[in-house]
C-alpha cells in the first residue's frame, strides 16, 4: 500500500465522524470511496503548467503515491487539514430573517478570506525569495526529487521553490471549489444549501494583477463553503 493510499485511509478515518458533504468532494486522493475525490489538485496544476518539465510538474503536482506540493495541505502528515487559510474555508455567511442569526457575522466570515488571501500572498513572496538563489543554477540547488513537503523548508532553493508555490495554488484551487463564486444556484429558493451566484473581485482575474493584490480592496465572493457545511451565501 502506497503512501499517499495510507494517509488518505487516515484522512478518512479522522473525517468518519463529520457529516458527508460536497464540501469533501474536492481534494488531493483518489482512491478513498469515502471522500468522493479525484484527485483534483493534481489534474488542475498539471493543466495549468504543461510547460514544465515532467520532473518539475511531477514534485508541484503530485502523482500517484505522492502529494506532492500541491496536495502537501491535504496530507494529514502536514497538519495542514484544519487551516482555514490554507483552503479558503469558513468565509461562510448567510443573512437570514429577523429573530434569526448565523454561526458568524459577516465580518468573521470576511477576515477569513482576507486571511486566505493573506497566505496565497506570503507563500508567492517566499517562492520568489527561494528562486532568488536559482540566478546561478548548479546540480546542488536545482536536484529533483525533493521527497515529502512536511514544512521544514530544508531542500535546495528549487525544491523550497516548488513547496511554497504548492501551498499557494493549493489556496487558490480550494477558493474556486469552495465557493460558488462560478456556481449558478438550482431552481427553487435562495437559501444556506442553495446560494446565489456572484461575481467578485476578490481574486484579480489577470496574472499581473498578482502584484498588487495586497493592495486591492474589492468586494467579496457572495458565498463560501466550510470544510463540514455545504456552501451559503455570502452577500458582496
Not at 497566505?119 to 540566478?135: E, F, K, N, T
Not at 543554477?137 to 511554497?164: H, S, W, Y
Not at 435562495?190 to 489577470?206: H, K, L
Amino acid at each position: 500500500m502506497n503512501r499517499k493510499t495510507v494517509y488518505g485511509l487516515v484522512a478518512a478515518g479522522l473525517m468518519a465522524a463529520l457529516p458527508a458533504t460536497p464540501g469533501w468532494g474536492f481534494g488531493t486522493v483518489s482512491k478513498v470511496p469515502f471522500l468522493g475525490q479525484a484527485a483534483e489538485h493534481e489534474k488542475i496544476t498539471r493543466a495549468a503548467l504543461p510547460i514544465l518539465d515532467k520532473k518539475t510538474l511531477n514534485e508541484l503536482a503530485g502523482e500517484s503515491g505522492n502529494f506532492g506540493a500541491v496536495g502537501a495541505p491535504d496530507d494529514p502528515g502536514r497538519t495542514l487539514l484544519m487551516t482555514d487559510e490554507a483552503h479558503c474555508d469558513n468565509g461562510d455567511f448567510l443573512e437570514l430573517p429577523p429573530g434569526q442569526t448565523y454561526h458568524q457575522t459577516k465580518e468573521e466570515a470576511k477576515q477569513h478570506l482576507i486571511q486566505c488571501r493573506e497566505w496565497m500572498i506570503a507563500h508567492l513572496a517566499a517562492a520568489v525569495r527561494s528562486a532568488g538563489q536559482l540566478a546561478k543554477p548548479d546540480e546542488t540547488n536545482m536536484a529533483l526529487p525533493c521527497g515529502p513537503f512536511v514544512g521544514t523548508r530544508l531542500g535546495n532553493a528549487k525544491c523550497n521553490v516548488i513547496e511554497e508555490l504548492g501551498l499557494a495554488f493549493h489556496a487558490s484551487e480550494d477558493f474556486y471549489s469552495h465557493t460558488n463564486w462560478v456556481d449558478k444556484p438550482a431552481d427553487g429558493p435562495i437559501e444556506a444549501g442553495n446560494p446565489p451566484r456572484g461575481a467578485s473581485s476578490f481574486f484579480p482575474r489577470r496574472p499581473s494583477a498578482i502584484v498588487s493584490l495586497g493592495r486591492r480592496s474589492s468586494s467579496m465572493p457572495i458565498s463560501t463553503r466550510t470544510r463540514v457545511r455545504s456552501s451559503t451565501a455570502f452577500p458582496a
